[in-house]
C-alpha cells in the first residue's frame, strides 16, 4: 500500500513568495495532520482534520498560513507571503480512527523540505 | 495536559552494547504511548506503541519498551545496538481526537565502532 505522499520534497523560494505543500493521506484514513519541524521548536502540530474537516488550527502560527482538506484524498498547506524563519521540514500524517478510539498508529509522509532566502 | 520529557538530547553508544533512550511522561488520564523513529533526511517511521494490556512492548528492529506506571515512564531499550540503529528517537504522547500526537524533543542516538 502507498504511504503518505508529500509533494515537493524539496523547495526553496524567495522571501514574499506563496508556497504550497500538498498532501495525499493513506486511503480510507479519516484524520490529517500537518507538522512542522525545526531544530529550535522540535516537532509541532500545526492543524489537524477529521473527515476534511479542520478540527483544530491552535499551532498554526500566524494568519500567512492557511490549510485546506478539499476532499478525502488531498490536502494543502500554504504559506503567504514566506518568510526566511518558516524554513522548516513539513509533515503531513495521516491515521484512522475508527470509533474515535485512541492509540491508533499516525504514518507520516516523508516531508516536503522548505528553504525560504 | 498530557506532555512527554526525554531525557538526553545526544546518546552514544558502542556497536553491541545496550541501548537505553528515556521517556517520562505526565498525563492526567492513562496514556498512549509510542516511539517513533527519523533516519537522516526521512520521515517519521513507528517503532512501537503501548495502548492497553502488557506493559513490555516489543517494536521492530530489535526495539523495546515498559510502559511503568509507578515511574511514569516509557523507556526504549535494545539488547544490542547496530550502527544502522544511528538515528533521531522521539517520545510521543497521544492526545486524542485521532491520537493527536505530542512529541520529545528527541534522543539523537550515535553507535560507535
Known amino acids: 500500500d502507498a504511504g503518505v505522499i508529500q509533494s515537493p520534497r524539496h523547495e526553496v523560494t524567495e522571501m514574499g513568495q506563496e508556497v504550497t505543500l500538498r498532501c495525499k493521506p493513506i486511503?480510507?484514513?479519516?484524520?490529517l495532520f500537518w507538522y512542522r519541524q525545526t531544530m529550535m521548536r522540535g516537532l509541532e502540530l500545526l492543524i489537524y482534520?477529521?473527515?476534511?474537516?479542520?478540527?483544530?488550527d491552535s499551532g498554526m502560527p500566524e494568519d500567512r498560513f492557511s490549510a485546506k482538506m478539499p476532499n478525502a484524498s488531498f490536502s494543502t498547506l500554504k504559506i503567504q507571503p514566506s518568510e526566511p524563519r518558516d524554513s522548516a521540514v513539513y509533515f503531513c500524517?495521516?491515521?484512522?480512527?475508527?470509533?474515535?478510539?485512541?492509540?491508533?498508529?499516525?504514518?507520516f509522509g516523508e516531508g516536503s523540505w522548505l528553504t525560504v532566502v | 495536559a498530557q506532555s512527554v520529557t526525554q531525557l538526553g538530547s545526544h546518546v552514544s553508544v558502542s556497536e553491541g552494547a545496550l541501548v537505553l533512550l528515556r521517556c517520562n511522561y505526565s498525563?492526567?488520564?492513562?496514556?498512549?504511548l509510542f516511539w517513533y523513529v527519523q533516519y537522516p533526511n526521512q520521515g517519521l517511521q513507528l517503532l512501537l506503541k503501548?495502548?492497553?494490556?502488557?506493559?513490555l512492548v516489543k517494536g521492530i528492529n530489535g526495539f523495546e519498551a515498559e510502559f511503568k506506571k509507578s515511574e511514569t515512564s516509557f523507556h526504549l531499550t535494545k539488547p544490542s545496538a547496530h550502527m544502522s540503529d544511528a538515528a533521531e528517537y522521539f517520545c510521543?504522547?497521544?492526545?486524542?481526537?485521532?491520537?493527536?500526537?505530542?512529541f520529545g524533543t528527541g534522543t539523537q542516538l550515535k553507535v560507535e565502532l
Open positions: 500524517a495521516s491515521s484512522l480512527a475508527s470509533g474515535g478510539s485512541s492509540g491508533n498508529t499516525i504514518y
Open positions: 486511503s480510507g484514513h479519516d484524520y
Open positions: 482534520f477529521n473527515n476534511n474537516v479542520p478540527i483544530d
Open positions: 498525563s492526567s488520564v492513562p496514556p498512549y
Open positions: 503501548y495502548t492497553t494490556g502488557a506493559t
Open positions: 510521543a504522547v497521544s492526545k486524542g481526537g485521532g491520537n493527536k500526537l505530542t
